[in-house]
């Protein structure tokens, strides 16, 4: 994926060059329609680098969650190698026994003045530069650090970016022989289609609730029986009415 990306602007110069030569009508008609024929093969070609970009945020994640694992290997792995180092010096009968096996675990080379020491000695002092030297190790690699996620993150960055400029170059520079447009004109104008249709939605809505205001009207929940109880309601107050108007001398 990183060298996809870092050709990308080989590719898109390719393209470019072919777009003129098309523009132009130059060649024969059996090379045009190759040229054609590669043109139509860059939309394919941006729909490839558009699709880098989520691969490219999931590895970069897993790297991420992979370097607490990286850092506890490393640590058991300089451990091991302290732990074989601290016996070889405390089997060692001489400094020549010494400086062999610490040939062998590839660890510090003893010289003709470390050789001349008293053997305890030597093997302080070795135990003091093993102790030293591997908590170093163990600090730098005590997991990820802030420098190392910043590197990642920007690393990241670039690829994305670089791979969307890329698509976009492509999509630009593509052409379809039959409709005489790109990748990127179709989109614009599906995409203009899709917010005109939208629009027109949105219009007849609004003339049919101009038009007929009561159809949009929420019904009232139960309205039958609300209206027979509001008639029965009435009527029963129109007869209390008339009984007082009976009763009056």
């Keep these: 994926m990183v060298t996809l990306v870092n050709n990308a602007p080989l590719l898109l110069i390719g393209v ?3 777009r003129l030569a098309i523009a132009w009508g130059a ?3 059996a090379v045009r329609a190759w040229r054609l ?38 640590q058991r792995a300089m451990d091991r190698v302290e732990q074989q180092a601290l016996q070889a010096s405390d089997q060692a009968a001489d400094g020549a026994s010494l400086a062999s096996r610490l040939r ?22 070795l135990r003091a530069s093993l ?8 600090n730098q690699a005590a997991g990820p650090r802030a ?23 492509l999509s630009a520079l593509s052409w379809n022989g039959n409709t ?17 249709r939208n629009w027109m939605r949105q219009r007849h809505q609004a003339l049919r609730e101009a038009i007929n205001p009561q159809a949009q009207a929420p019904r009232p929940r139960n309205g039958r029986w609300s209206f027979g109880r509001d008639q029965g309601s009435k009527d029963y107050i129109n007869e209390i009415l008339r009984e007082q108007e009976r009763d009056r001398p």
């Design 16 to 18: 470019a060059l072919l």
């Design 27 to 29: 060649g024969a008609p």
């Design 37 to 74: 024929r590669v043109c139509r093969l860059a939309a394919l070609a941006s729909v490839v680098y558009v699709l880098m970009v989520p691969l490219d945020l999931v590895s970069t994640w897993r790297q991420v969650q992979g370097l607490p694992l990286q850092a506890q290997s490393r």
């Design 104 to 125: 062998q675990l590839q660890g510090p080379q003893l010289t003709s003045t470390d050789l001349a020491q008293p053997l305890p000695d030597l093997k302080l002092e």
């Design 131 to 138: 102790a030293s030297n591997f908590a170093a190790l163990r």
């Design 147 to 169: 420098e190392t996620l910043f590197a990642m993150g920007r690393e990241s960055l670039r690829l994305v970016l670089s791979a969307l400029v890329c698509a976009l170059g």
């Design 180 to 196: 005489q447009w790109s990748q990127l004109q179709a989109i614009a104008d599906g995409l203009a289609g899709m917010r005109r």
